[in-house]
């Protein structure tokens, strides 16, 4: 799921400095999981932020409200009859989530609160690792589901480099060589033999923003997909 | 533990979140025949195949609830439907009505006045545990 | 001949090579890399051009080649992974081997959380393995990466790393497998010091066929100090440094360190003349290229092969 991770109070602060009516809109979807976003962390935000504006002359109002998803328009939606009360929002969604409130609300200020950092797992309460770059073409079939992409600093398809040393990255002591787990995880399951031959390069795919409608749907929105219409 | 765990119940703000979507709650209490096409459309129902798991059944158990006592719950009542809409529920928004019933909404809305009295689902999806 | 070049000749005709290496200046200085060829030249059959090394920025490694050319020196144009995409290296190959560069060394690279700029984007469009079979199918096919066709094809010698002692160690003869399959011509190793484990390697390598189907150049760097071995040891990813070694360095007086440090360098440099399947030895001396000429003299290898007594 993605993980988000609050930014620092600071940078809030001046974001929102300016205006006197603030709303923030928190997430209770990814962001929320990752204790990041939710409402909980809505409200720890707008009491911490109005307790740093406590000096200032005039400080501004500085309200909360939590949709079940930023990223979907029937959440969105319920929004509707309350922005035009505020001059500004907060947006403690992942970049997706502020992205699409702020095309909602156009003539709103949008802001976001925290920063969204990767694709990831949940190891335990509060332990996020990155395990995903959605690069598009997933190879994990290949790699006995170890990502060369995310897990390989240096994005190796024929690892691992001269640098691995005691099955560490030479980046990092505590991060594990993904081509020596690979090659643990596939010699353990006798699939050696993916790994033997040289893996060409590829094609990355991910490089422009992506907009897909599945086949099925293409019809209602007399959506032509590029692909099909080659076809 | 935040402010609001502590705090009394607010009727008040419940009854304001509550007129937010009365027609469709109007709609959900006195139009759903039971047909048990949404349960169908439940991957969650499907799996569980626990009458706790469809759809209509947890929303009128939740927002349906809150509603009927007109917003006089108290925190007791609020936990007690926090499996319904918090575990047994992702809003994954799948659930078909054919009389109309948006189920989705109802259950945001259950869990958004749950959640502005203090009352949150806890991730993972455990309930009780801290 | 694939391309023509000094290492080539000398190679293919079972003479044991020795190649060097120069890294480039911090700066737009021609004086630098004049002064470290001075001790190369006739010392050498080529040299190693490194590629921003260490991710710190150096000047470019095609640039410091065409240098070396005109003092003399055949370089072996080194080329990472970490800085450019497929369009920039076959651009830039192009451009060398226009200007006379014959031997391509392809390797990933040190990624750049260790350089002087370590918040810069990476790049590792693809990996060395795939930059190797680029550089062949430029060569053997005259085609780019996607196929298309290439006017004047570069023909290069195509060079790799290998490193024997890194992990999992029981892949790595597999993985000097797929650089062959890849298409290398020669493989320079990282520096030994662990000859134990090195004649392992080796005799996997022999016995796998490999050494028949490619050049391997064993990597040496004499020790300057105790304090380089005992960095060496425990800072440097991907090196095994016994402590048979550390010891010999701490048994003598500081000062006879360093030819001590020479001495053991040319005591691995008399095995690998002899060793089934090295083809030659690289000489890393790195910030040490005034020591050159007296390592390779020490070790027996001069007179080098005079390039117009190759043809």
């Not at chain 1, 409402?39 to 009491?47: D, G, H, M, R």
């Not at chain 2, 459309?41 to 947890?58: E, G, I, M, Q, T």
């Not at chain 3, 369009?87 to 451009?95: C, E, K, T």
């Not at chain 3, 190797?132 to 004047?152: A, P």
Request: aromatic share 8%; with cysteine; charged share 25%.
């Amino acid at each position: 799921m993605i993980i988000a991770k609050i930014k620092p109070l600071e940078e809030v602060q001046a974001m929102i400095k300016d205006f006197k009516r603030i709303l923030n809109v928190g997430c209770a979807g990814c962001t929320a999981i990752c204790l990041a976003g939710g409402q909980k962390e809505v409200e720890t935000l707008n009491t911490k932020l109005a307790v740093s504006f406590k000096e200032e002359i005039t400080s501004p109002l500085i309200e909360g409200f939590t949709v079940e998803r930023q990223c979907e328009v029937q959440f969105l939606a319920e929004l509707d009859p309350m922005v035009e009360d505020y001059d500004a929002l907060l947006s403690m969604a992942c970049g997706a989530g502020v992205q699409f409130l702020a095309e909602r609300f156009p003539d709103m200020k949008v802001f976001p609160a925290v920063n969204t950092t990767f694709v990831g797992i949940n190891r335990d309460i509060g332990w996020y690792e990155e395990r995903c770059q959605c690069c598009g073409e997933c190879v994990l079939a290949i790699t006995g589901g170890i990502c060369p992409v995310t897990m390989c600093a240096k994005v190796l398809f024929n690892g691992p480099c001269g640098g691995s040393q005691d099955g560490h990255c030479e980046v990092d002591k505590n991060i594990p060589c993904a081509w020596v787990n690979i090659y643990k995880r596939l010699k353990a399951q006798g699939r050696l033999e993916q790994i033997l031959s040289v893996f060409p390069a590829r094609d990355w795919k991910n490089q422009t923003q992506g907009t897909f409608v599945l086949e099925e749907y293409q019809d209602r929105y007399s959506y032509k997909d590029k692909e099909g219409s080659q076809k | 533990m935040t402010e609001t765990t502590l705090r009394p119940i607010d009727v008040k703000k419940i009854q304001e979140m509550l007129t937010l979507k009365k027609s469709k709650m109007k709609v959900l209490l006195s139009f759903c025949a039971h047909c048990g096409l949404c349960a169908e459309s439940c991957f969650l129902y499907r799996n569980h195949l626990d009458p706790k798991y469809v759809p209509a059944y947890k929303a009128i158990n939740s927002l349906g609830k809150i509603y009927k006592k007109k917003g006089k719950v108290d925190r007791e009542q609020l936990e007690e439907m926090k499996e319904l809409i918090f575990k047994n529920c992702v809003l994954c928004g799948r659930c078909y009505c054919p009389l109309g019933i948006d189920i989705p909404s109802m259950i945001s809305l259950a869990r958004t006045i749950c959640r502005s009295q203090g009352v949150f689902g806890v991730f993972p999806y455990a309930v009780g545990e801290p | 001949m694939k391309s023509g070049s000094n290492l080539e000749k000398i190679l293919a005709k079972s003479i044991f090579a020795v190649t060097g290496e120069l890294g480039p200046p911090r700066g737009a200085d021609l004086d630098a890399i004049r002064e470290k060829a001075k001790h190369l030249k006739g010392m050498v059959d080529s040299v190693n051009i490194t590629d921003n090394q260490t991710a710190v920025v150096r000047m470019a490694s095609w640039a410091a080649s065409l240098i070396a050319i005109q003092e003399c020196l055949e370089p072996n144009y080194q080329m990472v992974c970490r800085d450019r995409n497929r369009i920039a290296m076959q651009s830039d190959i192009l451009g060398a081997y226009t200007l006379g560069i014959r031997n391509m060394l392809c390797l990933s690279g040190d990624h750049q959380m260790f350089g002087d700029h370590p918040y810069s984007k990476k790049v590792f469009d693809i990996d060395s393995m795939q930059l190797i079979s680029m550089v062949r199918k430029m060569r053997d096919d005259g085609r780019f990466l996607n196929g298309q066709e290439i006017t004047k094809p570069p023909r290069m010698f195509i060079g790799a790393a290998a490193n024997p002692f890194g992990d999992p160690h029981e892949f790595r003869v597999f993985r000097l497998a797929k650089k062959i399959a890849a298409g290398a011509d020669f493989i320079q190793t990282q520096c030994i010091y662990n000859m134990n484990r090195f004649r392992e390697f080796m005799k996997q390598a022999n016995d796998m066929g490999l050494t028949e189907k490619i050049y391997i150049l064993a990597g040496v760097t004499p020790m300057k100090s105790l304090g380089m071995a005992r960095y060496m040891q425990k800072n440097v990813p991907g090196m095994d440094v016994p402590e048979e070694v550390i010891k010999r360095i701490e048994g003598v007086d500081k000062k006879k360190q360093a030819s001590e440090g020479i001495k053991m360098c040319c005591e691995q440099i008399e095995e690998f003349k002899e060793m089934k399947g090295i083809a030659g030895v690289h000489l890393m001396a790195i910030e040490w290229e005034h020591r050159v000429p007296e390592i390779v003299e020490q070790a027996k290898l001069l007179p080098r092969p005079n390039p117009k007594d190759l043809e």
